[in-house]
């Protein structure tokens, strides 16, 4: 491929615990939070006492595409 590089997304993903992740992306003033819930949490054998449910990046994945 010729073409030149038309973007390059500079994202930065922090681990805070367990599956909890802060995705900090651009234009956006506050990370997004990600994590596990329901079916997933279950999956991985996380107690959701512990860990407070979040949106997944799967959950994610689905809306980006159906945008």
């Known amino acids: ?12 993903i922090e681990r805070v615990k367990g599956p909890y992740r802060k995705a900090y992306l651009p234009v956006e003033p506050q990370p997004v939070s990600f994590g596990v819930h329901s079916e997933i949490a279950a999956h991985y ?15 994610y994945l689905v809306a980006a595409a159906a945008g």
């Not at 491929?1 to 930065?12: E, G, K, N």
């Open 45 to 59: 054998g996380t107690d959701l006492n512990v860990h407070e449910p979040h949106a997944a990046t799967l959950d």
């Open 1 to 12: 491929m010729d073409d030149p590089v038309v973007y390059v997304s500079r994202v930065r």
